[in-house]
């Protein structure tokens, strides 16, 4: 369900009178949320949900106890509390623990419309018909999913906080497979905003890829140039931007520890062309103004031009160190530059053209080794020119080394990661030497 600022504070202020621990926190989250997938031609399936679903924190003696539960009468609300005091009581004392926070200035964060939370099944199935008839005109089978939704967070405390959020989304994803079945190809979007989604930009691409029908070439293990789609971009720079945890680095287990101990804030770590930067005022990839446990989320760099500028510190570790602290984002910004994709791929004598990565992981944080693999739709380039379909290959690369290579960068856009709760952050197409592919790959 969809509720109110004005629904979730009363929710909220009856949870908050039924309290008697030393404190208490309250967390409602939920929404509405519907999606088609289509598959070789037509629809298969569609979906519409409701929920909503509501977390109480109980503080008593600096330990915490939490209940979630999906009734908000008053007897279940009763009776979580009562439960979440309970398992307080249980625990052992938190060494880390924080009080609730009290009242917070937010700022605003463009993240919602209601044409686009309005939306009705029809423009699901409009995006979906773009794609499928392009796939039909060109001779591929195309498969994928639209979604749209309107989602709602608040955050009470009995110290006083109170914040309330709402964004819209719609998303397309495409997936375009020869009719040999030996080649793919994909393409997607995510918008807080419905008119900026282009389906038949969509269709386009994602067809145009998966529309090879030549024999897919094995490229042999090793390092390459590598042209990286903005969707490829992106996810690497999300595990860059996932290892910038202040903690980690202050305890000396990440590759923002200083070896003598601290973190290696200030230093030059990357290429001069990397800035990534968090803002809820972005109008490409606004993140929330509202982050985890009511933080505010404000407009900050966490690496301007190679120097890394600020870490994540969760309240604690902030409290311990007497430090600001800084929520996690699911959104950023990588600035981009002016370089088109077709140059990038005319600069390249012997490379791959990279649509999209997955499978992706963090090997050892010491060093950023980051594992995957890529997906529908490698290209190898030769002098210059795209010469052929490439099957996948699994990646073994530094990322640290590979940030600090950057060779061009293109147009910045929002990409689609499926990070959740609304991530998806904006990067360009980036030029990199020396990527690391350690095997080869049957998939396509």
């Known amino acids: 369900m969809f509720l109110s600022s004005e629904d979730t504070k009363a929710i909220a202020d009856k949870v908050l009178a039924h309290s008697k621990a030393d404190a208490c926190a309250v967390h409602i989250q939920g929404g509405l949320d519907q999606s ?8 298969t399936t569609n979906l519409a949900s409701a929920e ?11 330990r915490i106890g939490a209940c979630s539960i999906s009734r908000f009468d008053d007897d279940a609300l009763a009776a979580a509390v009562a439960r979440s005091e309970e ?49 039909a005109r060109i001779g591929v089978d195309t498969f994928g999913c639209a979604t749209s939704a309107r989602r709602f967070d608040a955050y009470a405390t009995s110290a006083g906080l109170f914040a309330y959020e709402r964004r ?25 905003f ?36 903005p969707d490829a971009t992106a996810e690497l720079a999300f595990w860059l931007m996932r290892a910038m945890e202040a903690r980690a680095a202050d305890e000396g287990r990440s590759f923002f520890a200083r070896p003598g101990g601290g973190a290696l804030i200030g230093e030059i770590l990357f290429d001069e062309k990397l800035t990534i930067r968090v803002d809820p005022a972005d109008p490409i990839a606004p993140e929330a103004a509202v982050g985890f446990d009511g933080l505010p989320h404000r407009a900050r760099a966490f690496v301007e031009r190679g120097v890394a ?21 699911r959104n950023f910004v990588m600035a981009g530059g002016d370089v088109t994709i077709d140059d990038m791929v005319r600069s390249v004598r012997r490379g791959v053209l990279v649509t999209r990565l997955w ?13 995957g693999l890529t ?26 080394e590979l940030f600090a290579n950057i060779k061009a960068l293109g147009p910045t856009r929002r990409t689609w990661r499926a990070a959740g709760e609304g991530g998806a952050p904006a990067a360009p197409a980036m030029l990199v030497e020396g990527f690391n592919f350690s095997s080869k790959s049957s998939g396509i």
């Open 168 to 192: 819209s989304e719609i998303d397309l994803s495409a997936t375009a497979r020869n009719r040999a079945d030996s080649w793919s190809g994909w393409a997607a979007a995510h918008h807080f």
């Open 36 to 43: 088609l997938r289509f598959a070789r031609g037509g629809a």
């Open 375 to 400: 997906r529908d739709g490698n290209f190898f380039i030769e002098n210059g020119r795209i010469v052929a379909p490439m099957r996948n290959m699994r990646f073994n690369q530094r990322l640290g």
């Open 194 to 229: 419905g008119d900026r989604l282009d389906a038949e930009a969509i269709a386009r691409v994602a067809c145009a890829k998966g529309a090879h029908d030549s024999t897919p070439v094995d490229l042999e293990p090793g390092a390459y140039t590598v042209v990286l789609e």
């Open 87 to 135: 398992i307080a009581r249980m625990l052992p004392v938190d060494p880390d623990y924080v009080a609730p926070l009290g009242p917070q200035n937010y700022g605003f964060a463009n993240r919602y419309d209601e044409a686009t939370a309005h939306l009705r099944l029809d423009a699901l199935a409009g995006a979906a018909a773009r794609v499928i008839a392009e796939g």
């Open 359 to 371: 499978y992706t992981n963090i090997v050892e944080p010491k060093s950023l080794l980051l594992t």
């Open 52 to 62: 909503a679903n509501l977390r109480i924190s109980s503080h008593v003696g600096g």
């Open 309 to 329: 500028t600020t870490l994540y510190r969760s309240r604690a570790w902030a409290q311990r160190t007497g430090a600001e602290p800084i929520p996690f984002a």
